[in-house]
């Protein structure tokens, strides 16, 4: 017996919807629906799909007979079980089997047969794509890039390629993306994970990750879920983001610039990390979806509406209150966002243009950057506000952005300034240019494998200049890189370099500040030229340090792991952020001490 005609109308009647609204949701005419509710029409997968995330379930949840629904109880807050009689065959094919042998071989020949065949369409080079995520993860962005899974598995990205993180993507097998500032991180259908851009030790261990069934990236750290609910990650930690030792039985995981959400199966939230509105996480017992930035955080309950915590005048905003049927959220620096199961997107916003957003349908997935927006239906990205690193529809939008040029390496004799990097690719040539001054600059076009060479004749001893190099794309499929720089001081001298080479130490972040700041001197660093300040969340309260120590953070002016000559380091400005520590005050002693004899 199909019950499928019944389920449908009981999970309508448990949310008290019309079979009007539903024809809407699925665009059918009222009539049709009620085909599929009395049995007369035969419902389709793509519909199902829009039920089931209109009620917040699975899709075999709907099609089959043999497991109950959990569902949100509208009325009293909680989880309730709906109330379907379910159709269990008594007697499977292998019982009957059982029962009589001589149709066991034949049987199991048969079942052998279909395997075979099953496998072998799994393996065809150009199968359809079924994803193990829901279509929402199909889509994730960055403040200046965009990554997406098309229908076939293979994952596309646009903007910001300055470090790569949209080159060499996968172009089969992906089931959920996300955008770290500078990486991507893609799970695959066979449970792994892979990056690109991420810092190399980090991509390591992305590799030993197993069975994973979910991810989430924020600005510096990348969290995976296996299929025990056990949690994984690696990268930054300056915020306590991957404290998440309290992290257990999670089944969903979201991640905010510099924190971490995670949903049990039972719906217990678990958060860490420095954001604004974490208050507000407190008050649920289950969320389907959240997103934040510095400023902003909304909030996807499980009944489809919304809540939120913005940093600018609440009135524009109160209209996401209203909102009902919300399957995904986004919020920007002046915006939220929120795609409705009936594939269009509703947004309260300072600055976008809402009539171009009003225009979207068929939409599956929404994410955004501080200032625009992105929608994708399945076939096309489209996005509304900025558009510096064309993430969306511009002419230069079909151009993939090169990597940037690094390793910049500046030698010199008494007649020639040599510099050579390394390759882009998929880079046709390079222009590297030679920074004078303002009002001064020398430009060499050179093909792969070959250095630029500039006449030492402009240059004057012990001054401090700059090497600037641009990989150059074909402007069909790949467009230019971000420009790459790299300063150095010009030493008038014979034919053999005059200064000594110093690799600089690797290791510098996480140092000790003092031995920070004597390193640098004994490397020659000009005492004057060493600056260091505290680093600040949020631009205004200073990061404590968790240890007994101030900390060395970030570093500007030297890279570590580089080499300079001592003039260059003689002429180099280095800045530092560090953690301050927290100094208890002393305690007064209001009794005068008479030092005198």
């Given at each position: 017996?199909?019950?499928?005609?019944?389920?449908?109308?009981k999970?309508?009647?448990?949310y008290?919807?019309s079979?009007?609204?539903?024809?809407?949701?699925?665009?059918?005419?009222?009539?049709?629906?009620?085909?599929y509710?009395?049995?007369?029409?035969?419902?389709?997968?793509?519909?199902?799909?829009?039920?089931?995330?209109?009620?917040?379930?699975?899709?075999?949840?709907?099609?089959?007979?043999?497991?109950?629904?959990?569902?949100?109880?509208?009325?009293?807050?909680?989880?309730?079980?709906?109330?379907?009689?379910?159709?269990?065959?008594?007697?499977?094919?292998?019982?009957?089997a059982?029962e009589?042998?001589?149709?066991?071989?034949?049987?199991?020949?048969?079942?052998?047969?279909?395997?075979?065949?099953?496998?072998?369409s799994?393996?065809?080079?150009?199968?359809p794509?079924?994803?193990?995520?829901?279509?929402?993860?199909?889509?994730?962005?960055?403040?200046?890039?965009?990554?997406?899974?098309?229908?076939?598995g293979?994952?596309?990205?646009?903007?910001?390629?300055?470090n790569?993180?949209?080159?060499?993507?996968?172009?089969?097998?992906a089931?959920?993306?996300?955008?770290?500032?500078?990486f991507?991180?893609?799970?695959?259908?066979?449970?792994?994970?892979t990056?690109?851009?991420?810092i190399?030790?980090?991509q390591?261990?992305?590799?030993?990750?197993k069975?994973?069934?979910?991810?989430?990236?924020?600005?510096?750290?990348?969290v995976?879920?296996?299929?025990?609910?056990k949690?994984?990650?690696?990268?930054?930690n300056?915020?306590?983001?991957?404290?998440?030792?309290d992290?257990?039985?999670?089944?969903?995981?979201?991640?905010?610039?510099?924190?971490?959400?995670?949903?049990?199966?039972?719906?217990?939230?678990?958060?860490?990390?420095?954001f604004?509105?974490k208050?507000?996480?407190?008050?649920?017992?289950?969320?389907?979806?959240?997103?934040?930035?510095?400023?902003?955080?909304?909030?996807?309950?499980?009944?489809g509406?919304?809540?939120?915590?913005?940093?600018?005048?609440?009135?524009?905003?109160?209209?996401?209150?209203s909102?009902k049927g919300?399957?995904?959220?986004?919020c920007?620096?002046?915006?939220?966002?929120?795609?409705?199961?009936?594939?269009?997107?509703?947004?309260?916003?300072?600055?976008?243009?809402?009539?171009?957003?009003?225009?979207?349908?068929?939409?599956?997935a929404?994410?955004?950057?501080?200032?625009?927006?992105?929608?994708?239906?399945?076939?096309?990205?489209?996005?509304?506000?900025?558009n510096?690193?064309?993430?969306?529809?511009?002419?230069?939008?079909s151009?993939?952005?090169?990597?940037?040029?690094?390793?910049?390496?500046v030698?010199?004799?008494?007649?020639?300034v040599?510099?050579?990097?390394?390759?882009?690719?998929?880079?046709?040539?390079?222009?590297v240019?030679?920074?004078?001054?303002?009002?001064?600059?020398?430009?060499?076009?050179?093909?792969?494998?070959?250095?630029?060479?500039?006449?030492?004749?402009?240059?004057?001893?012990?001054?401090?200049?700059?090497i600037s190099?641009i990989?150059?794309?074909?402007?069909?499929?790949y467009?230019?890189?971000?420009?790459?720089?790299?300063?150095?001081?010009y030493?008038?001298?014979?034919?053999?370099v005059?200064d000594?080479?110093?690799?600089?130490?690797s290791?510098?972040?996480g140092?000790?500040?003092?031995?920070?700041?004597?390193?640098?001197k004994?490397?020659?660093v000009?005492?004057?030229?060493?600056?260091?300040?505290?680093?600040?969340?949020?631009?205004?309260?200073?990061?404590?340090?968790?240890?007994?120590?101030?900390?060395?953070?970030?570093?500007?002016?030297?890279t570590?792991?580089a080499?300079?000559?001592?003039?260059?380091?003689?002429?180099?400005?280095?800045?530092?952020?560090?953690?301050?520590?927290v100094?208890e005050?002393?305690?007064?002693?209001?009794?005068?001490?008479?030092l005198?004899?």
């Amino acid at each position: 017996m199909n019950y499928l005609p019944l389920k449908l109308e009981k999970l309508r009647k448990h949310y008290n919807y019309s079979q009007s609204y539903l024809a809407d949701v699925l665009g059918v005419d009222v009539v049709d629906y009620m085909g599929y509710e009395n049995g007369r029409n035969m419902i389709n997968y793509s519909q199902v799909k829009k039920l089931a995330s209109l009620y917040h379930i699975s899709v075999s949840e709907i099609f089959r007979n043999d497991e109950e629904v959990t569902l949100y109880d509208v009325a009293e807050g909680q989880t309730d079980k709906i109330n379907i009689e379910y159709f269990i065959p008594k007697k499977t094919l292998l019982t009957r089997a059982k029962e009589k042998p001589l149709l066991s071989g034949a049987i199991v020949g048969l079942l052998i047969v279909l395997i075979i065949g099953s496998l072998l369409s799994i393996r065809r080079k150009n199968r359809p794509y079924v994803s193990y995520a829901d279509d929402t993860d199909r889509l994730s962005v960055s403040d200046t890039s965009v990554l997406y899974i098309d229908n076939l598995g293979a994952v596309k990205g646009s903007g910001d390629n300055s470090n790569g993180q949209i080159s060499n993507l996968p172009s089969e097998h992906a089931t959920k993306v996300a955008e770290g500032s500078n990486f991507s991180v893609i799970l695959l259908d066979d449970g792994t994970v892979t990056s690109i851009g991420l810092i190399e030790n980090y991509q390591k261990e992305l590799t030993k990750w197993k069975n994973i069934v979910d991810i989430a990236a924020g600005n510096d750290h990348v969290v995976g879920v296996d299929n025990n609910g056990k949690v994984h990650f690696v990268g930054d930690n300056s915020y306590g983001q991957c404290d998440l030792q309290d992290f257990s039985n999670i089944k969903n995981i979201y991640c905010l610039p510099h924190g971490t959400v995670g949903v049990e199966e039972n719906g217990e939230v678990h958060f860490t990390g420095d954001f604004v509105g974490k208050k507000m996480l407190n008050e649920y017992t289950s969320i389907l979806d959240v997103d934040g930035n510095d400023n902003n955080l909304i909030v996807l309950k499980k009944d489809g509406t919304c809540d939120y915590v913005a940093s600018y005048d609440d009135s524009i905003y109160l209209k996401v209150l209203s909102w009902k049927g919300i399957i995904e959220v986004a919020c920007g620096d002046d915006y939220f966002a929120g795609l409705k199961s009936d594939g269009t997107v509703v947004v309260a916003s300072l600055s976008l243009n809402e009539d171009i957003i009003s225009s979207w349908n068929k939409v599956v997935a929404i994410d955004g950057g501080k200032n625009y927006l992105i929608c994708y239906d399945s076939e096309n990205i489209k996005g509304v506000g900025k558009n510096d690193y064309h993430q969306f529809e511009s002419k230069e939008t079909s151009l993939q952005t090169l990597a940037k040029v690094k390793n910049i390496l500046v030698d010199y004799d008494s007649k020639n300034v040599n510099v050579s990097f390394d390759e882009v690719t998929n880079a046709l040539e390079y222009e590297v240019t030679l920074i004078i001054d303002d009002s001064t600059k020398i430009n060499k076009t050179v093909k792969a494998n070959e250095s630029a060479k500039f006449d030492t004749k402009d240059l004057t001893d012990n001054n401090l200049y700059e090497i600037s190099v641009i990989a150059k794309g074909d402007n069909k499929v790949y467009g230019d890189s971000l420009e790459a720089k790299q300063e150095f001081v010009y030493i008038n001298g014979s034919d053999e370099v005059s200064d000594e080479k110093i690799k600089i130490r690797s290791n510098l972040s996480g140092s000790y500040r003092g031995d920070f700041e004597e390193y640098l001197k004994d490397l020659g660093v000009s005492e004057d030229r060493i600056e260091g300040s505290v680093a600040l969340i949020n631009d205004e309260e200073p990061l404590m340090c968790d240890g007994t120590v101030e900390t060395v953070l970030d570093i500007n002016g030297i890279t570590p792991g580089a080499t300079y000559t001592k003039t260059e380091l003689k002429a180099r400005n280095v800045t530092y952020t560090y953690c301050k520590l927290v100094i208890e005050s002393p305690i007064e002693d209001n009794e005068t001490t008479d030092l005198e004899d």
